[in-house]
């Protein structure tokens, strides 16, 4: 009789040891499976002229960032600074702007300052969801050959960019 109550409380037992131990795995840690590879090519309509197109096609031969975001993602509103400081620094980020009213994107952009070279406009998904995007804001350093070689899931700050991003684009930028 007990027998039968022990499988139950067994299969329970190793489903909260694997949930506890999914909650300690930092989301921002997991890995993509598009680094070292060919980047995906885009061709959306541009924010501020739907008669443009932003595309990845113009970015070829330079070492860039493609940052993923939207207006409705607070991480993206704290990340914002830091991508105006990277603008200062010469750094080429070519935006996404994910799911989002376009005049709502083009408010906080008048507002806050445009750190971008160019924003495409992404409201369906559509090209985004080649790039593996879950969540926003993603950014993805691409080289000059176009190959993805870093992404981070979360705000970039100044941290990130000493330890990781900018050796790696100096590395990438003398290459």
Not at 95 to 104: F, P, T
Request: aromatic content about 12%; overall charge negative.
């Amino acid at each position: 009789m007990k027998a039968r109550y022990l499988v139950p409380l067994g299969i329970f037992i190793v489903l909260v040891v694997f949930l506890g131990i999914g909650l300690t795995l930092n989301p921002r840690d997991v890995p993509s499976v598009l680094i070292n590879k060919k980047a995906p090519e885009f061709s959306l309509p541009d924010l501020f002229d739907e008669n443009r197109v932003v595309s990845s096609e113009s970015m070829k031969g330079k070492v860039w960032l493609l940052n993923v975001w939207g207006t409705w993602c607070p991480e993206c509103w704290r990340e914002h600074g830091f991508l105006m400081y990277l603008k200062g620094e010469g750094v080429p980020i070519v935006g996404i702007d994910w799911r989002d009213e376009s005049a709502e994107a083009k408010k906080m952009l008048a507002q806050e300052g445009n750190p971008f070279l160019a924003v495409g406009v992404d409201p369906e998904s559509k090209a985004i969801m080649d790039w593996g995007v879950y969540g926003a804001p993603e950014t993805f350093l691409i080289d000059k050959e176009g190959f993805i070689r870093w992404k981070y899931a979360g705000g970039l700050n100044a941290e990130l960019w000493r330890t990781e991003l900018k050796p790696l684009m100096d590395q990438l930028e003398g290459s």
